[in-house]
């Protein structure tokens, strides 16, 4: 991980349209640059609005796609996080998030748990990815990425931690869930869980994207957080409205945690390998 100043734009998008969608990302990127920010990360699906469904494959794009021409020349400035639907190269439709960096975009996650139950129906429309990669930023050094229903999965951001990445992000497009009771509703309160429990398990920066808006019967709720490696939450913010917040990244604070508490480099991988391969062997029931 590198020193840096990154900016967390919490926004609304368009369902289903591209264009306007693009120049909203335009726009706050380019204020972003004029400011000084190193990198710059957006929601899941920041490009295309979340609740597509049928639509998804019309509106999938590749990669290289020369509609994402914009985000790669203003990526020589800064790097860009977003999430889009990916037309891969096999014509697999994806929920991804793209990384824009010195002029090059590339997809760098495939979301990989797409719920389907309730009010999600995500399994119906994209094909599940298949692989844990962190990866590495000339701007960030080594970070990861997931998406949304991904971080309820440990072994997501365990394996991302594992492969370096001292900076965990995961990109959301987390809508309200009625539930009983005053205060924080309960959804909110698990992600910021979540995120302070994976911060201090793993001593890493955890970087949480969430949109804000409406869509259809979805709410989204916002309170993007960036979380230290000791797990206090650095800053976040509020809840249902737009907001663009920067966050100081300092690699010493990650040394710090570790030589703290060797928790994290103590892990046995060897062991964890071996159980899980008899786990796998055996099946999952006794």
Same mark, same amino acid.
């Given at each position: 991980?590198?020193?840096?100043?990154?900016r967390?734009?919490?926004?609304?998008? %368009?369902?289903?349209?591209?264009?306007?969608?693009?120049?909203?990302?335009y726009?706050?990127?380019?204020?972003?640059?004029?400011?000084?920010?190193?990198?710059?990360?957006?929601?899941?699906?920041?490009?295309?609005?979340?609740?597509?469904?049928?639509?998804?494959?019309?509106?999938?794009?590749?990669?290289?796609?020369?509609?994402?021409?914009?985000?790669?020349e203003?990526?020589?400035?800064?790097?860009?996080?977003?999430?889009?639907?990916?037309?891969?190269?096999?014509y697999?439709?994806?929920?991804?998030?793209?990384?824009?960096?010195?002029?090059?975009?590339?997809?760098?996650?495939?979301?990989?748990?797409?719920?389907t139950?309730g009010?999600?129906?995500?399994?119906?429309?994209?094909?599940?990815?298949?692989?844990?990669?962190?990866?590495?930023?000339? +701007?960030?050094?080594?970070?990861?990425?997931?998406?949304?229903?991904d971080?309820?999965?440990?072994?997501?951001p365990?394996?991302l931690?594992?492969?370096?990445?001292?900076l965990?992000?995961?990109?959301?497009?987390?809508?309200?869930?009625?539930?009983?009771?005053?205060?924080?509703?309960a959804?909110?309160?698990?992600w910021? %869980?979540?995120?302070?429990?994976?911060s201090?398990?793993?001593?890493?920066?955890?970087?949480?994207?969430?949109?804000?808006?409406?869509?259809?019967?979805?709410?989204?709720?916002?309170?993007?957080?960036? %979380?230290?490696?000791?797990?206090?939450?650095?800053?976040?913010?509020p809840?249902? +409205?737009?907001?663009?917040?920067?966050a100081?990244?300092d690699?010493?604070?990650?040394?710090?945690?570790?030589?703290?508490?060797?928790?994290?480099?103590?892990e046995?991988?060897?062991?964890?390998?071996?159980?899980?391969?008899?786990?796998?062997?055996?099946?999952?029931?006794?």
């Amino acid at each position: 991980m590198l020193n840096a100043k990154l900016r967390i734009a919490q926004i609304d998008c %368009t369902l289903a349209n591209f264009e306007e969608n693009l120049a909203q990302h335009y726009f706050i990127i380019e204020q972003a640059v004029r400011d000084g920010a190193d990198a710059i990360a957006f929601p899941e699906l920041s490009l295309t609005g979340y609740n597509v469904q049928d639509a998804a494959q019309d509106i999938a794009m590749h990669i290289e796609d020369s509609r994402f021409a914009p985000l790669r020349e203003l990526s020589r400035k800064i790097c860009i996080i977003c999430g889009g639907i990916e037309l891969s190269d096999d014509y697999g439709v994806y929920n991804s998030a793209f990384m824009f960096e010195e002029g090059i975009g590339q997809s760098i996650h495939r979301k990989i748990y797409l719920p389907t139950y309730g009010m999600f129906e995500e399994l119906r429309y994209f094909s599940a990815g298949q692989q844990i990669k962190a990866i590495t930023s000339k +701007k960030l050094g080594r970070i990861g990425v997931a998406i949304c229903e991904d971080f309820w999965h440990v072994s997501v951001p365990y394996l991302l931690a594992h492969q370096g990445a001292k900076l965990l992000f995961v990109l959301m497009s987390s809508p309200l869930r009625m539930s009983p009771g005053n205060g924080n509703p309960a959804i909110v309160t698990q992600w910021q %869980t979540i995120a302070s429990t994976y911060s201090f398990l793993f001593s890493s920066y955890v970087a949480c994207v969430n949109r804000v808006g409406n869509e259809d019967s979805f709410t989204y709720w916002g309170n993007s957080s960036l %979380t230290g490696p000791d797990g206090t939450i650095l800053s976040a913010a509020p809840l249902f +409205k737009p907001h663009v917040m920067d966050a100081l990244l300092d690699v010493t604070e990650v040394k710090r945690a570790r030589l703290h508490s060797t928790h994290f480099l103590d892990e046995d991988l060897r062991l964890i390998s071996t159980e899980l391969n008899e786990i796998i062997v055996q099946g999952r029931r006794p």
